[in-house]
């Protein structure tokens, strides 16, 4: 896990308030996921993106939910008018160009963001 | 996609060799398998993956079968520590030469002293 930085990596935010979760990835990844879990279950997957772009959303939330991951900076996973069904742990990971058609490529995952809403 | 079954939860005694079994009857041809664990309120951590040889590296040996059906990962000397949910997964494309990992329930593995 070492590499990807997540920050904050406890957020409390009232119902109704925004919540920004922070992701760098590791030195040399231009690939960034995000997941979330929340409590007791699996890891679902939210959003993949390169720099610029969104490879893959199926997994976002409808409405409140939006990220990116701009050409400088870290990636964002923005969560608008949160409520307590949000509340959960928010896993993002990075990859080199890909996990690529060879296989050679992994992800690797953060320690994670774990926001509560009250 | 290719969809993944593994016990929901196994035990194993510290010291021993713990075997997890996972099967993947609709992989295809060019899918590769993953494994990853992970630690009560920790991130996931990658352990290996394979396509069809079987692997192995410092933590662990991933051993596929002929048909690519199924796959065990071996952990050959339990320790404590290697509690935790492991999942096995086959990554789904997403979009182009792109791929997602898709994560199951997984197995929750407990090691006894």
């Known amino acids: 896990n070492a590499g990807v930085m997540q920050n904050p990596r406890h957020l409390v935010r009232r119902r109704g308030q925004e919540a920004r979760l922070r992701c760098s990835p590791m030195k040399g990844h231009s690939h960034v996921y995000w997941y979330r879990q929340l409590p007791e279950e699996g890891l679902k997957f939210m959003v993949y993106?390169?720099?610029?772009?969104?490879?893959?959303e199926s997994g976002m939330p409808k409405e409140r939910f939006s990220a990116e991951f701009p050409k400088e900076g870290p990636s964002i996973l923005r969560i608008q008018q949160v409520v307590r069904g949000d509340s959960a742990a928010y896993f993002c990971a990075s990859s080199p160009p890909g996990l690529g058609r060879a296989g050679r490529n992994t992800i690797y995952f953060g320690e994670g963001s774990w926001l509560t809403v009250v | 996609d290719a969809k993944t079954t593994q016990p929901t939860s196994m035990d194993c005694a510290e010291g021993r060799a713990a075997n997890l079994p996972c099967n993947h009857s609709t992989i295809s041809g060019n899918e590769y398998v993953y494994w990853y664990r992970q630690i009560h309120s920790q991130g996931p951590q990658y352990i290996i993956h394979g396509l069809k040889n079987n692997e192995t590296n410092e933590m662990a040996s991933l051993i596929i079968t002929e048909d690519r059906k199924s796959s065990t990962l071996i952990l050959p000397h339990a320790t404590l520590r290697d509690t935790a949910v492991y999942y096995c997964?086959?990554?789904?494309?997403?979009?182009?030469?792109?791929?997602?990992?898709?994560f199951g329930k997984g197995t929750l593995l407990t090691v006894n002293p």
């Open positions: 993106l390169q720099k610029e772009n969104i490879i893959d």
């Open positions: 997964i086959v990554r789904v494309e997403s979009g182009g030469s792109n791929y997602k990992l898709t």
